[in-house]
Every structure is written in C-alpha cells, then in structure tokens.
C-alpha cells in the first residue's frame, strides 16, 4: 500500500519561499511518477508540476514555470516542491500524488484522475 506524507508547509510571506517535500512509502518509488497538486477554496484541484520516475522529465503548470521547481531523490523514496517569489494567487492546500503504473513505459500525464495514490495535503497561507 502506498503512502505519501506531505511536509514544510506553513504560513509565508508574499515574495517568500517555502519547500515542500512528500514522503513515500513503497518498494518501489523509482518506478513511478510523481506529482503536486493544490487546490485553494472554492476552486478545482489544479497541476503545479510533475516529474517522471527517474527525475530527467518535469512539467508545469504554465502559470508557475520559472518559480516552482519539482524534484526527486529516489534514494531517500521522496519527492520536493521548491516554491519562491510567493504571491497572493498560491495559498491552497498542496498534495503530493503518485502514479504507480506504467510510469516506465511512459505513461505521462498532467490530470490529477490518472494518479492513483494521494497525500493528505500540507496548507500554504501566503500573507501579503
């Protein structure tokens, strides 16, 4: 059974920057695709970023290239958010998400429903 646990969370100022990191359980980590989502109030659950299972693919939500990097240490089973330049428009809570399957026969996706394992989540208050 897969486990994820995110951390780092917590309140930021605007224009700061906070890492986030997801904790995996599961043999086999370094076979699968790992993602972070976030969904503030009262909207939908949206992609931040996405990197495949041997760290050498990513992908962004358009809005946050250039200030949100994704990375991966497969040897500590664990997947980072590194967040700068916060604004405003990024208080949400941000989940770590898991596809487990097919990942190395690349299997690649940005939706949220091809992403059979979730973390509970870690909140993210920006304050102006």
């Known amino acids: 059974q897969v486990q994820l646990v995110e951390s780092g969370g917590g309140l930021v100022q605007a224009g700061g920057s906070l890492r986030l990191s997801c904790a995996a359980s599961?043999?086999?980590?370094?076979?699968?695709?790992m993602g972070w989502f976030r969904q503030a109030p009262g909207k939908e659950r949206e992609l931040v970023a996405i990197?495949?299972?041997?760290?050498?693919?990513?992908d962004y939500a358009d809005s946050l290239k250039g200030r949100f990097t994704i990375s991966r240490d497969n040897a500590k089973n664990t997947v980072y958010l590194q967040m700068n330049s916060l604004t405003p428009d990024d208080p949400a809570v941000y989940c770590c998400?898991?596809?487990?399957?097919?990942?190395?026969?690349?299997?690649?996706?940005?939706?949220?429903?091809?992403?059979?394992?979730w973390g509970q989540g870690t909140q993210v208050p920006v304050s102006s």
């Open positions: 599961g043999r086999t980590f370094s076979s699968w695709n």
């Open positions: 998400a898991a596809r487990t399957l097919d990942c190395r026969i690349g299997f690649w996706s940005r939706a949220p429903r091809e992403y059979d394992s």
């Open positions: 990197i495949g299972w041997s760290g050498g693919s990513t």
